[in-house]
Every structure is written in C-alpha cells, then in structure tokens.
C-alpha cells in the first residue's frame, strides 16, 4: 500500500457526497453506510478494527499520506481538519483537495516506456551499430 493508494481510495470512498462528514473522522451515515472526513477516509483504511494499534509502518505511511493531503490546502490552513470543518468548505473542495494530491503523487512515479518507446531505442540502437 502506497501514498498513492491511500489518496486514491479515499477520494472514492468520499466521491458521493453522502459519504463525506465534518467535525468527526467517522460516523453512521443516514443510509446504513459510513461517512467519513478527508482524514478519516486515509485513518479507515489503515485502522486494524480490532483492539490492536496501528503498526508503526501504517502510522507512517498514515502521516505521510495526510502530509500529502496537507500540501495541498489552500495557504490559510494549518491541517486537513481546519479545511474539512470549515463551515465554507464544500464536498467539492474535498475532492479537488484530492485529486491535487493524487496528481502530485502521480507525476513523481518514474514513468515507464512503452513498448513502442523501447522498440523505437532498440531501431535506433541497431542503426547506430550497423553504422
């Protein structure tokens, strides 16, 4: 599981309104459903539902992921909580909030060639030799 991975499901876990919440990490939603906050969707799937704590590698990669999300708010805000709970702050905000962040985890993957990139080295490759 990666930064990304977390920034990923969380957006879709918070894509229909219904499912996003202020003022707590989670909660009952009104139709059986949870509901969560921007943080609580990255908490929710890192939480071990059961007495145990979290392992220090998800508490990492926890705060790591909210750091993300963190790097992205507007310049006013202090955290994810503060942006989410403020009575200003609409769903639409969360998951532009989101996707700001999944596209800045996206462009640091390497990029890997595609087979005709590689096919069109090995061309080149060949013609440098045969030269």
Same mark, same amino acid.
């Given at each position: 599981?990666?930064?990304?991975?977390? &920034?990923?499901?969380?957006?879709?876990? &918070?894509?229909?309104?219904?499912?996003?919440?202020?003022?707590?990490?989670?909660?009952?939603?009104?139709?059986?459903?949870?509901?969560?906050?921007?943080?609580?969707?990255?908490?929710?799937?890192?939480?071990?539902?059961?007495?145990?704590?979290?392992?220090?590698?998800?508490?990492? &990669?926890?705060?790591?992921?909210?750091?993300? &999300?963190?790097?992205?708010?507007?310049?006013?805000?202090?955290?994810?909580?503060?942006?989410?709970?403020?009575?200003?702050?609409?769903?639409?905000?969360?998951?532009?909030?989101?996707?700001?962040?999944?596209?800045?985890?996206?462009?640091?993957?390497?990029?890997?060639?595609?087979?005709?990139?590689?096919?069109?080295?090995?061309?080149?490759?060949?013609?440098?030799?045969?030269?």
């Amino acid at each position: 599981m990666t930064k990304l991975d977390l &920034l990923v499901t969380g957006r879709a876990m &918070l894509a229909n309104e219904y499912n996003w919440c202020k003022g707590v990490g989670t909660r009952p939603g009104p139709d059986g459903g949870r509901q969560y906050c921007a943080r609580g969707a990255i908490s929710e799937q890192l939480s071990t539902h059961d007495a145990k704590p979290m392992s220090k590698e998800h508490i990492r &990669l926890h705060a790591a992921t909210i750091d993300a &999300l963190e790097d992205e708010l507007p310049d006013y805000y202090a955290n994810v909580q503060d942006f989410n709970d403020n009575r200003r702050t609409t769903h639409v905000d969360i998951l532009a909030l989101y996707d700001r962040a999944i596209a800045k985890q996206r462009s640091k993957q390497i990029p890997r060639p595609t087979g005709i990139e590689v096919f069109e080295k090995l061309l080149e490759t060949k013609e440098l030799v045969d030269a």
